[in-house]
């Protein structure tokens, strides 16, 4: 099933059991708009169309016993050769897999296309996974009843950043992650939702005290939730600051 003309903008391919999930929620708003007009393209294949057999079969027990299924790799691999192109990476969404960072997100938009692989029951067969050189990757540490979510969640993260989709390109470099930070709070209209008001700075129109402010918010909201990236941000910030003295 193609929601739009290969050849054209990002190309991305995702092999699954269920096609008919796709776009879902990326034909909407300025994903959907963007596939609309060629900036992405989008092929969703049923792996069930590469089975030899009349069951149409793509799972079998797991080798040395327990529960479950797991997905054949002689049809997966089938799957892939048929849509995967050469210079896309090829990517499995797995629990198994590296956790997804927004870096990894800005270099995969900055690609032609990416393959996503959506793997269901206990998983793959390790087989294909290490003969198709398969970049395996995590949304977190929880588990989905497949990699579909997945698949769109990290689709939605990488079509935002295309050229062209996003209004204004600060608005993404000011978001949680670009910098190594959780964003800072937002506030709109009206000036009090009650008895709360808009906090004064943002209203001062002092344009430096505005941006430290929400530097300083930026850096609370990390150091408070976020530990990991607190450390990581102070470390990148000292290696940054020996680089410059």
Do not use: N
């Amino acid at each position: 099933m193609s929601e739009a003309s290969f050849g054209v903008g990002f190309q991305v391919s995702v092999l699954t059991l269920f096609p008919e999930m796709f776009p879902g929620s990326l034909g909407q708003s300025l994903a959907g708009r963007a596939l609309e007009t060629g900036l992405w393209s989008l092929e969703a294949v049923d792996i069930r169309g590469f089975a030899s057999d009349k069951h149409r079969s793509v799972d079998d027990t797991p080798s040395g016993g327990g529960a479950g299924m797991v997905m054949r790799a002689d049809v997966v691999a089938k799957a892939v050769d048929a849509v995967h192109q050469a210079g896309r990476p090829l990517i499995y969404l797995s629990p198994r897999g590296k956790p997804l960072t927004q870096a990894r997100v800005r270099e995969l938009a900055a690609g032609p296309g990416v393959t996503l692989l959506c793997g269901r029951f206990e998983g793959l067969d390790q087989r294909v996974i290490e003969a198709r050189v398969m970049e395996e990757i995590s949304l977190g540490d929880f588990i989905l009843s497949g990699g579909e979510p997945a698949a769109l969640a990290l689709l939605d993260a990488i079509v935002r950043l295309l050229p062209g989709v996003m209004g204004k390109e600060i608005s993404g470099e000011d978001e949680s992650f670009e910098g190594g930070l959780l964003e800072y709070p937002h506030y709109t209209r009206p000036q009090v939702f009650e008895g709360r008001e808009i906090p004064a700075v943002l209203t001062s129109g002092d344009h430096g005290r505005i941006k430290a402010w929400r530097r300083a918010e930026a850096e609370e909201a990390t150091k408070s939730r976020r530990a990991d990236l607190w450390e990581k941000f102070l470390a990148f910030s000292r290696k940054d600051s020996r680089k410059s003295d």
